[in-house]
Each structure stands twice: as structure tokens, then as C-alpha cells.
């Protein structure tokens, strides 16, 4: 079993509808919470992180930690176009921001 | 946010041969450097942690010595893949955590690299 589980997709929605995008995980160790944006042949690009459970919003995008059911998610409002991307959620324990378990990414594709 | 270059962008070499990929902290310090895989449709898998001055610190399953990773300032790490074979192929990203006053609740994320090995 992974660490981190997130379904690949790939998500068709049309513009301005609400996209969620969710992460399982299984150490309960992981306490710092990201979700990463990459466009293809690109590097990943930090959209929200978050520490341990409870909400965090940021414009159209929502972030949600339920450490008590080691789930996550990411919502985004009036998606756009250039919203389409792969969405990669990535935590870690803490004691380095850049030592990251990744999910498997979910494409998304928001169609006009 | 932070600057972190990677080159090249992409590569193509041959089977056999080494390829060096540089990844620069632009505009901080980074006191650690992180290297990923990845795989087509897969997730970015840690491959090895550097701390500038000292040796890497090798995820299980990575060859340390097939991929060697070199971090001689605060501003550059780079890793070489030596013996290239076709299998080697794979986009490899790193990314750079910093200090001197840079706020340590994020990693930047390097373009990446493509390796194409023929």
C-alpha cells in the first residue's frame, strides 16, 4: 500500500464548476499538508499548504486536513481553463519541508 | 516566490555515458537541496537529500553510486547520472529549501529536467 493515495483521473469539468480533488494517506506522522500544481514538462508549483486538520482558503482554492481520517482535499471554485493541470498533493512529518510524499497526481482538465 | 533553476531543461545522450544536471537556488541560500524522479503518469519519488558540505543522504533502492549527487555551495547542487542506460529515462526535479531568512514552510521546485538516454 502507498503511502499516499490519490485517484489519477483523469477529471473533465466544464469552466466555472467546483473541482474536488482528494488525498488518502496512512502515517499519521505526516503533519504539514501541500498541494503542488505541475503543467506538463514542468516542475511542480506550491498552490496551499497546510498544518495539521482544519481549512485554509486562498482565493478560489480551499484546502481541508482530516488528520483523524488521514484525509485531504482541495477545492477550487469557478475553475477555469487554465486551471488544467495536474494536481499533486505532497506532506511530510515536519522536520523537513522538503523531504515531500507525493500523491500519484489527478489531471485535471477544465474545459470553456 | 524563490527562484530555483534547473539545466538542462532536457537531455538525450547515449547508453553508457554520464549526464550532469545542475539545479541553482537563485535569489537564496539553500541549505538543503532534495533531487526526485519522475515517471510518466507516476508521482515525484524522493531520490536523495543534500545538505550543502556533506555527503547525500540515498532513499532505499537508489544507487548512490550511479547517481551522484554533489553540493558544494548554498546555491548549487548537482547530480549526475553515470552509465546512463535507457531505463535512466525519467523528468528529474529538484528542489531547494533555504535558510538565511528565507521562511522554512516551502520547498521550491526546480523546471525540471527530461533524460532521455538512446
Known amino acids: 500500500q502507498k503511502e499516499v493515495e490519490q485517484d489519477p483521473g483523469p477529471l473533465s469539468v466544464p469552466e466555472g464548476a467546483i473541482v474536488s480533488l482528494n488525498c488518502t494517506y496512512s502515517?499519521?506522522?505526516?503533519?504539514?499538508f501541500m498541494w503542488y500544481r505541475q503543467y506538463s514538462r514542468k516542475g511542480p508549483e506550491l498552490l496551499m499548504y497546510t498544518y495539521s486538520s482544519g481549512n485554509k482558503e486562498d482565493g478560489r482554492f480551499t484546502a481541508q486536513v482530516d488528520k483523524s481520517s488521514k484525509y485531504i482535499s482541495l477545492f477550487i471554485r469557478d475553475s477555469q481553463p487554465s486551471d488544467s493541470a495536474t494536481y499533486l498533493c505532497a506532506m511530510t512529518g515536519g522536520t523537513s519541508y522538503g523531504k515531500l510524499t507525493f500523491g500519484q497526481g489527478t489531471i485535471l482538465t477544465v474545459h470553456p | 516566490g524563490a527562484v530555483v533553476s534547473q539545466h538542462p531543461s532536457w537531455v538525450i545522450c547515449k547508453s553508457g555515458t554520464s549526464v550532469k544536471i545542475e539545479c541553482r537556488s537563485l535569489?537564496?541560500?539553500?541549505?538543503?537541496m532534495f533531487w526526485y524522479r519522475q515517471f510518466p503518469k507516476q508521482s515525484l519519488m524522493l531520490m536523495a537529500t543534500s545538505n550543502e558540505g556533506s555527503k547525500a543522504t540515498y532513499e532505499q533502492g537508489v544507487e548512490k553510486d550511479k547517481f551522484l549527487i554533489n553540493h558544494a555551495s548554498l546555491t548549487l547542487s548537482t547530480l549526475t547520472v553515470t552509465s546512463a542506460h535507457p531505463e535512466d529515462s525519467s523528468f528529474y526535479i529538484c528542489?531547494?529549501?533555504?535558510?538565511?531568512?528565507?521562511?522554512?514552510?516551502?520547498?521550491?521546485f526546480g523546471q525540471g529536467t527530461r533524460l532521455t538516454v538512446v
Open positions: 528542489s531547494a529549501e533555504g535558510g538565511q531568512g528565507r521562511r522554512n514552510t516551502e520547498a521550491f
Open positions: 502515517n499519521s506522522a505526516f503533519q504539514y
Open positions: 535569489d537564496f541560500q539553500a541549505t538543503t
